[in-house]
């Protein structure tokens, strides 16, 4: 082991541990996790006053969107869940999600609307984007897989192109690190759901 880890070692090592403590998770943890992030979503204003909302395909040990999904569907919100850009290489599109679409397992196998450019949601047009969390910090500081899709589609919101929306990231209360090592193209949260509380970051 060297004495000097790189800042892309000790961000991955994190990560590993952090995906860890998640699959120690029981399926009794996962279903009641995803049922109260879903309560605290609903009973947020902004969720409430929003019409169009960005969800993702919770897969494996990720705080479950279903709960949410289904909530907001009935109240007929407009959906959409990301999918890997077919040329644009880590960016992601948002397509339109209701009770017909149909998925297609993308190239890390999970889930994803099948592309149809007439589904495309613009993110102008999202006023909640929901961001699936691997880890986060007190500070509103976050970390994903590692593709850095997320951070690509919230830099624009950073430079202030998406006044209306408000990203919010979802977690299990296991995935909060003591400190997320950031890097420059990191952009921090505004608000984090988990099941213990929502937490705001912004002013
Ligand atoms: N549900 C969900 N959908 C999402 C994301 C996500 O984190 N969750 N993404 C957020 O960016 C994008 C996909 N990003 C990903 C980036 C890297 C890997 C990846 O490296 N997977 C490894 C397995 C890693 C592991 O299980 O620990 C692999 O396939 O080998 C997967 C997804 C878009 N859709
Ligand atoms: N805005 C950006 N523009 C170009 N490259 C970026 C940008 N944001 C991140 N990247 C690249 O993506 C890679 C992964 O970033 P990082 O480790 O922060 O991923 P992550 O935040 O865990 O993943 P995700 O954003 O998908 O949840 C980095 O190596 C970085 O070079």
Sequence with gaps: MPAQQSPQNERQQLRRELQQRRL?????????????????????????????IGGYFSVKNELATGPALASLLAQQKQLALP??????????????????????PNRYQIPEPELN???IVPLAQLQVLLVPLVGFDAKGNRMGMGGGFYDRTLSGWQQGRYPNLLPIGLAHNVQQAEHIPTEGWDVPLPMIITPYKIWHFSD
């Design 24 to 52: 120690a998770l029981s399926e009794l943890d996962l279903e009641r996790a995803g049922q109260q992030v879903s309560e605290h979503l609903l009973s947020l204003p902004q969720v409430q006053q929003a019409t169009t």
């Design 117 to 119: 450019c007439q589904h």
């Design 83 to 104: 999918v890997l850009h077919p040329f644009c290489k880590g960016h992601l599109l948002f397509l339109s999600y209701d009770n017909n679409t149909r998925f297609v």
